[in-house]
């Protein structure tokens, strides 16, 4: 029988039957109509001299290929408080993953490689972690308890996360609407990923046991902006402090997301706040996919816990494989094997991802549980086929496929045959209850690929090494004598200066705000030109220019209070700007020197207009009234510059043409 399936077609129908929209046309009702949640963990590196349980330098970081030794390691989940192994330990059991740790001696003591009990808590860090959870309203606690969160992907070489609770039941109080926040925690950062390969996994610990907070909010969120509005608002919140870590790496973020009738996904470590919008979005709009899988699936298998799928081994030379990755698994001497899975026809083309269909589901998760490298895995409904239709009817009649039946053929070492069928077979029964609760790793695309099961609460136990800490009234009130201003306090002050909000989200993300105010208090300057300075002539130019590694923004103030002293013009400031930046410890006088600028009286500048109004006249550019103006402009502006008002200038020019 002619099969007439259009894999293509079914996946541009599986999308719009879904509804799916893209995120620039997109609207409140559809997020409404899907169920949109979601709610984030924001990570911050606090910024210290030391690491949270030890004495090693925090903020020293090295090249991949720079270290001192290496530690290697096999994880192996161990019982919870209730007697219970998570779900995520299991998984990661199941690589069988040899976890490789590049140690540099300047950066890693015994402590990180598990052979040293921990240091006493870092009470720099722990006094930033109380001062941000006073700025964000969280109840501060009474003491503070040292837990352990169990991770078994390698992250950590001790297999555990030293963490504690510091503030809970909070609130942000965003321009248009409060969110609540459940938690604030202290700490240590995990190491950093360079490679992962096969059973291969290799991390560098520079990174790791340094101080990090991560404040926790309720799913509060019913649209992707309001994720990514709250996002930057936690950050410049905890910016605003003077005591966290700038720059890439530093705040990371992890946004849950769900629909309705979905399950809580995380999606892991997001680098940009840019990213979030499209991020959730997409996800949101994947557990709306796999939802109406499941649906077509009820539909079609009546008893899912009798549904089995079939298997069989395939012989290369038995068919005519022209598909390069299959050709070269031959090669390798990998076992290659083919999959039936009964009634999963159009399932595997189904829409789920921008770029992506269901079939996806499986690939992903045979890289990350059973270490099959990509490509791993060819099947019956690609858009451009892999295998010819010949050979794929031969490997139907070989599974003996029924008509309804879909099929995917997939490659690699023989020991890892069984735990691939085993993942197979597992993320079809999750494909009967909908959506799996995961991880999920961000791309700048908006698209996410599985990472691991989602943990739960069984991973979560008492650090035994560690005592508890009171934490006195004292303290809390010392530490709330010195808290910066809200942001919600900043941004209405922006708004009353009239400030454009196109400056708001640089001005927060470098706290500029505080050098602002100083600059307008102190100097009593023009509210709205210093903030609009800060927010866009400064962005642009400092975006053209590069800065030394030490560059202090405070060199800006003394900027306008040499110009104010010496009585120049700030449009100056533009001029002078490009080199400040590159050179700030360059003398003011020594800039202008090198801008040829030359101090000339106002009055001098005004006595010019006359003269060339009349040469204007004479050489008759345009009859046009505001060309003229602009002519006279252009001539007196090199000489004007610095040394009277430009809109002043404009205004002299106007009486007289």
């Not at 560098?204 to 902006?225: A, H, Q, S």
């Not at 996904?265 to 997409?282: C, D, Q, R, Y």
């Not at 002043?648 to 007289?656: A, D, M, N, S, W």
């Amino acid at each position: 029988m002619k099969n007439n399936f259009d894999p293509k077609k079914n996946y541009r129908e599986t999308k719009e039957k879904i509804g799916y929209v893209s995120r620039k046309d997109a609207t409140q009702n559809d997020y409404d109509r899907i169920g949109f949640m979601s709610g984030l963990e924001v990570h911050q590196q606090l910024l210290t001299g030391k690491k949270l349980f030890c004495h090693c330098p925090a903020g020293l970081y090295h090249k991949n290929n720079d270290y001192d030794a290496e530690v290697i390691r096999h994880m192996r989940p161990t019982l919870s408080e209730l007697g219970e192994y998570d779900g995520t330990a299991l998984m990661e059991f199941k690589t069988k993953k040899e976890i490789v740790y590049r140690v540099k001696h300047a950066t890693t003591c015994t402590y990180e490689v598990d052979d040293t009990p921990p240091f006493r808590v870092n009470r720099e860090a722990l006094d930033i972690a109380i001062e941000i959870s006073l700025l964000s309203k969280l109840n501060v606690v009474g003491e503070v308890h040292i837990t352990r969160k169990q991770y078994l992907d390698g992250s950590i070489p001790t297999g555990f996360q030293r963490t504690a609770i510091i503030g809970v039941e909070g609130v942000l109080e965003l321009p248009y609407k409060k969110i609540r926040l459940i938690q604030l925690s202290l700490e240590e950062d995990s190491c950093r990923e360079i490679s992962d390969i096969g059973h291969v996994r290799t991390y560098k610990t520079d990174r790791l046991g340094m101080p990090l907070i991560e404040t926790v909010t309720y799913p509060d969120c019913k649209n992707p902006k309001e994720v990514k509005d709250t996002c930057d608002y936690i950050r410049f919140l905890n910016r605003s402090t003077g005591k966290v870590r700038t720059g890439i790496g530093a705040g990371r973020e992890d946004v849950n997301v769900s629909c309705r009738g979905g399950s809580r996904v995380e999606i892991k470590g997001v680098a940009h706040t840019a990213w979030i919008p499209n991020l959730t979005h997409n996800e949101c709009f994947r557990q709306w996919a796999l939802l109406a899988i499941r649906e077509q699936l009820k539909k079609r298998i009546a008893d899912t816990k009798s549904w089995k799928p079939t298997h069989e081994n395939l012989k290369f030379l038995a068919f005519n494989f022209t598909h390069e990755p299959l050709i070269q698994a031959d090669k390798a001497g990998y076992s290659i094997v083919a999959v039936n899975l009964p009634d999963f026809k159009g399932m595997l083309s189904h829409f789920t991802q921008p770029g992506k269909m269901f079939a996806n589901e499986f690939s992903e998760r045979l890289k990350v549980i059973a270490c099959l490298e990509l490509p791993n895995m060819t099947h019956s409904e690609e858009i451009k086929p892999s295998i010819k239709s010949d050979d794929f009817e031969k490997i139907k009649k070989l599974l003996n496929a029924g008509e309804n039946d879909a099929q995917l053929v997939f490659w690699g070492p023989q020991d890892d045959m069984k735990t691939a069928l085993d993942t197979i077979e597992e993320r079809c029964r999750m494909a009967f209850d909908g959506v799996p609760n995961e991880t999920r790793k961000s791309f700048e695309n908006g698209t996410t690929i599985f990472e691991r099961v989602l943990p739960g609460a069984d991973r979560m136990y008492p650090d035994t090494d560690s005592a508890p800490i009171p934490l006195e009234d004292e303290l809390i009130e010392e530490l709330s004598k010195t808290l910066p201003d809200d942001i919600i306090t900043r941004y209405q002050k922006l708004k009353e200066w009239d400030v454009p909000e196109d400056t708001y989200l640089y001005i927060f993300s470098k706290n500029l705000f505080p050098l602002i105010e100083k600059t307008v208090n102190d100097l009593e300057l023009n509210p709205k030109f210093i903030a609009t300075f800060f927010g866009h002539t400064l962005k642009r130019i400092k975006g053209l220019y590069t800065t030394p590694q030490d560059f202090r923004y405070n060199v800006i103030y003394h900027l306008f209070k040499f110009l104010k002293q010496e009585n120049l013009c700030f449009d100056l400031a533009r001029l002078m700007l490009p080199i400040v930046l590159e050179h700030p410890k360059m003398e003011f006088e020594s800039i202008l020197t090198t801008l040829n600028f030359k101090p000339v009286k106002k009055q001098e500048i005004f006595s010019k207009i006359s003269f060339l109004k009349e040469k204007f006249d004479k050489i008759r550019i345009s009859d046009k009234r505001q060309d003229s103006i602009d002519w006279m402009m252009g001539q007196l502006r090199p000489s004007a510059v610095g040394n009277v008002d430009l809109r002043e200038l404009v205004k002299e020019i106007e009486k007289v043409v």
